[in-house]
């Protein structure tokens, strides 16, 4: 990689608000999400089950089933251009060529039919216009790449003749094909062993190095964004409740959720807790757009203010920043 | 050979399940899947005795076995100094009730069509309980013991958060005041934020009615926390068994040195100069385990005498053992 001295943005998000029309009426997934991200970045999205970080994502390259799906806001600027107001022909060249995406289950996205080869060799085909025998040779190369052995005999494999890990090890090289300026992994490691996990974990490592890409990482695990990310967004009822630098994150978090999070999570070094710290309640109910703190229901520091006006991202810090009514300096509750 | 004098609440020796592996049109046997390949373990009265290892490795299977859910291929399992390995009809319905479990999703199981209330009071009634006003108290206290609205009982479990779901599951387990309780990832399908809570009520619980717990999870972190001792799976074998201190502090086999290597900490600092053993290819499939020791293939100190003997299960210090040639 290209030393950089002003890291370039190649992503930036606006404002995006996504709602699902349901039988049981309106879902609020996201509701309001702006970030950046930088050239060579590793974002972690963390945050519990259905605080919408893959229907963020989705919502970046409209690949939501719209009804139900509805994008009611936002931008989404890939290097200048707006994913979300391109056509379908124009966004589909940008999914192939410049964005890959690993989805949370490797095998709804695989093909189950087609062979691994092709899966691998027809985006190298269709969008950087290679002939059959040198996408075959990139296959290989890239199949190499993510650790797959005697990749070249394992062209004409189907998805089914591959191992969990190797299934995920696949989506990666698909997704790393075009050589993408943005890489977007969903949960990639969930349902992998903890060694299976460090096997893949140490490959991204190992790709960062060598290409440099932009990724976001999303994961409901803070131990694999510890070790992978540079800045973490924590997610909550489909808004960012909290955003940092790792380091900054870990060590002072400030936003009750994540506080509480970190703290209700057991150790495997130190010394052993005797008792769980736990948060209370239930995540939030989203059939209403958030008109206050989404927290505040589960929150020991609630006060008033909290719940009656939805606080937004402000600076604490350098690079950390905090939605939440307590005052920053002193941790209480403000004054106005 | 334990430090602990008293008999254990349960023993296995040489616990053993075998499923055959059919095709065909006449279904005749191909092969067979070596799920739990000769476990040798105590566990002691109020104890929590962690069961880990990967996916696959056997440890739900074991659990089953161990219940009676699945009749062993071979070996014993001995609960308060009776041998039940084979019990059967009545007596076998009579040991049920001391023993329980508690399953990975409450939403596969707890019947959808039925309400709390049936659904707790159930085997209350197969295994005959008092009068209906009795069954209904008894359901309402089951109910507050596990952090429950006693007036839910009417209610059915789509109308319950995930946690709360597997709180009913945890009521149906103690309705019969069992002594024993086989916790079957219980919290895996949870958030982590509800985690902590089912812990602390399955802790809680345990204190107060003196239950004892054969926790199976693959969260090493919540292991450590949870329980006394640790037996850590693979293939279908116990590799190691220590006390929890102990085993994370001084992991003696090389995979349960590479499982706790492995581990993400969230902590970044830790995490930015930590040695990981990243461990290559695959786990075997139990149908065709390697010969010798089993983790010979993947085995960073593996010699050509691994992939010959088996190694034996030595307690190399009190309360620690190992399955391991030159763990020492
Ligand atoms: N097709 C859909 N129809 C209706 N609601 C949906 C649909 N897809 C997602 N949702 C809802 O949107 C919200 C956000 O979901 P999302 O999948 O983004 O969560 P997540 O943070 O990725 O969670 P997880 O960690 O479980 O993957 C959830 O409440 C979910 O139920
Ligand atoms: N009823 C069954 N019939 C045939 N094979 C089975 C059966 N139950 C389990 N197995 C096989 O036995 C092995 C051990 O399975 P088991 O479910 O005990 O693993 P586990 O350690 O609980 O895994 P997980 O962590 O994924 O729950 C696996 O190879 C599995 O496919
Ligand atoms: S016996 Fe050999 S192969 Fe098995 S774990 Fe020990 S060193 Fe590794
Ligand atoms: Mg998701
Ligand atoms: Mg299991």
């Given at each position: 990689m290209a030393a950089v001295s002003d890291a370039r943005r190649v992503l930036e998000v606006r404002d995006i608000r996504t709602r699902f029309h349901t039988q049981d009426g309106v879902v609020h997934a996201v509701n309001g999400i702006s970030f950046d991200l930088d050239e060579g970045e590793l974002l972690g999205v963390v945050g519990e089950s259905g605080s919408g970080k893959s229907v963020t994502m989705m919502s970046l390259l409209k690949l939501l089933p719209m009804p139900p799906a509805e994008i009611v806001s936002g931008r989404a600027l890939l290097e200048g251009e707006n994913l979300i107001a391109l056509d379908v022909e124009r966004l589909r060249r940008v999914r192939g060529a410049h964005v890959g995406f690993i989805f949370q289950d490797p095998m709804t996205s695989l093909n189950p039919v087609l062979t691994v080869g092709y899966q691998i060799t027809e985006p190298l085909r269709v969008h950087l216009g290679m002939n059959r025998a040198a996408a075959r040779r990139r296959a290989v190369e890239l199949l190499e790449l993510v650790g797959i052995p005697m990749a070249a005999s394992r062209l004409n494999d189907f998805p089914h003749q591959f191992s969990g890990g190797m299934r995920q090890r696949v989506m990666i090289a698909i997704a790393l094909a075009c050589e993408p300026r943005v890489l977007i992994a969903d949960e990639?490691?969930?349902?992998?062993?903890v060694t299976i996990q460090a096997q893949i974990l140490d490959l991204v490592k190992r790709l960062r190095r060598e290409l440099g890409m932009a990724i976001i990482w999303i994961t409901h695990d803070l131990g694999v964004v510890a070790g992978l990310a540079d800045r973490v967004m924590v997610m909550y009822g489909g808004l960012v409740v909290e955003r940092a630098r790792v380091n900054e994150l870990y060590a002072r978090p400030r936003h009750p959720y994540t506080r509480g999070l970190l703290r209700t999570l057991p150790r495997l070094d130190g010394t052993r807790s005797e008792r769980l710290e736990s948060i209370a309640g239930q995540p939030p109910n989203l059939a209403q757009a958030p008109a206050a703190c989404p927290f505040a229901p589960r929150?020991?520091?609630?006060?008033?203010r909290c719940w009656k006006e939805n606080p937004l991202l402000e600076a604490v810090a350098e690079g950390h920043e905090v939605a939440c009514w307590l005052d920053p300096e002193t941790g209480a509750a403000r004054a106005a | 050979m334990s430090t602990d004098s008293a008999p254990p609440l349960l023993a296995v020796e040489k616990l053993t399940k075998h499923f055959p592996i059919m095709q065909g049109v006449f279904r005749r046997q191909v092969g067979t899947v070596k799920a739990v390949d000769g476990l040798d373990f105590e566990i002691r009265e109020r104890e929590t005795l962690g069961l880990v290892g990967e996916s696959g490795c056997g440890k739900s299977t074991a659990g089953r076995v161990i219940l009676r859910l699945y009749a062993a291929t071979a070996g014993r399992i001995v609960f308060r100094g009776t041998d039940i390995t084979a019990l059967e009809g009545e007596a076998l319905r009579r040991m049920r009730p001391r023993m329980q479990m508690i399953f990975q999703d409450p939403q596969d199981s707890l019947n959808p069509r039925m309400t709390v209330g049936t659904i707790i009071g159930e085997p209350l009634l197969e295994h005959g309980a008092e009068g209906k006003r009795a069954l209904q108290a008894r359901v309402e206290e089951l109910l507050e013991s596990v952090?429950?609205?006693?007036?839910?009982?009417?209610?059915?479990?789509?109308?319950?958060?995930g946690g709360q779901r597997q709180r009913i599951g945890v009521a149906r387990a103690l309705a019969l005041n069992p002594?024993?309780?086989?916790?079957?990832?219980?919290?895996?399908?949870?958030d982590v934020s509800i985690q902590a809570q089912v812990v602390n009520l399955l802790e809680d619980l345990q204190e107060r009615l003196g239950l004892t717990y054969l926790f199976i999870s693959h969260d090493l972190s919540m292991i450590r926390h949870i329980a006394d001792r640790v037996a850590v799976m693979y293939l279908g074998k116990i590799v190691e068994l220590a006390t929890s201190d102990v085993l994370y502090r001084e992991p003696l086999h090389p995979y349960t040195r590479a499982l706790l290597s492995a581990v993400p900490i969230h902590d970044p600092e830790l995490e930015s100069h930590r040695e990981r053993i990243i461990l290559s290819g695959d786990v075997p499939s139990p149908a065709d385990p390697p010969s010798g020791c089993r983790f010979s293939t993947r085995c960073p100190m593996a010699a050509p005498e691994c992939r010959e003997r088996e190694p034996e299960w030595r307690e190399l210090r009190p309360g620690h053992r190992v399955a391991c040639h030159f763990a020492e």
């Open positions: 990639p490691t969930t349902a992998l062993d929150c020991g520091h609630a006060f008033e | 952090g429950l609205d006693p007036g839910f009982t009417n209610r059915y479990p789509h109308e319950f958060s002594e024993f309780i086989v916790c079957d990832e219980p919290i895996a399908a949870l």
